[in-house]
């Protein structure tokens, strides 16, 4: 129950994030790319619906022969540490993206750095989407076996409804498998990847606003030099 709780805040934290970047990257409008915005979301839309038709096309040969019980299990293991490994990767994208952007004058008229946000966030909601479906997955398996072990099913263990990655990443979508969900994660975010990798050759163009005033530390430590280089000077005259 306390993994559960965990795995639930954790999810509810990406979310927030994402939609913070998210948020961010719309404030971007105000210097007019709007229709970059427009151009960004209708791809995300376009892709989604591509990798939905690829998906349900290749449902057939993507199935496994005789997924069993203990297969399962492993693989919800080692996608919900793949999970959190690319959300926490992702994390960390958006925000070397907002560090690297910050005071550089004309830099959010660029184009890319809204597509990057965008599709950054975008990806990030999708691996909350994976993190917070694996519990439900996992429940849905477990019930399966405990029937099977009430039944005294000669394949105990072994049933279709344990190819996780087919199954509906949620109950109530059930038209909507935890494969598409990943793909669309792997997809969003190779695409934002991209995006980022113009950002920052663009990066050179724009450079760091200056300082208008010296901060107190800079004060500070000019003062003191320039202490040591009075006594300095009198101790060789």
């Not at 996608?79 to 993206?97: E, N, Y």
Request: aromatic fraction near 12%; charged fraction near 15%.
């Amino acid at each position: 129950m306390k993994q559960h709780f965990w795995h639930i805040n954790y999810v509810l934290v990406l979310d927030l994030i994402s939609m913070v970047f998210i948020a961010i990257a719309f404030y971007l409008l105000t210097h007019e790319q709007i229709w970059v915005a427009i151009s960004t979301l209708a791809a995300i839309c376009l892709i989604a619906i591509i990798i939905f038709k690829a998906n349900h096309n290749m449902k057939g040969a993507a199935l496994i022969k005789n997924p069993t019980f203990e297969g399962a299990k492993d693989a919800l293991e080692r996608l919900s540490d793949w999970a959190k490994w690319l959300s926490g990767i992702q994390t960390a994208a958006l925000g070397g993206l907002a560090l690297l952007i910050n005071n550089r004058p004309g830099i959010e008229k660029e184009p890319f750095v809204l597509v990057t946000a965008l599709l950054f966030g975008v990806a990030l909601i999708c691996s909350a989407w994976v993190l917070s479906s694996l519990p439900s997955i996992s429940l849905r398996i477990y019930a399966t076996y405990g029937s099977q072990m009430r039944l005294k099913s000669p394949r105990t263990g072994t049933s279709k409804k344990y190819e996780i990655y087919e199954l509906p990443f949620y109950h109530a979508f059930k038209g909507i498998p935890l494969s598409y969900v990943v793909t669309l994660q792997h997809w969003y975010w190779g695409i934002g990847i991209l995006s980022f990798t113009w950002v920052l050759i663009q990066l050179p163009n724009y450079k760091p606003k200056q300082k208008d005033k010296a901060s107190l530390i800079d004060i500070q430590i000019n003062k003191e030099s320039n202490i040591a280089l009075y006594r300095t000077k009198n101790i060789y005259t």
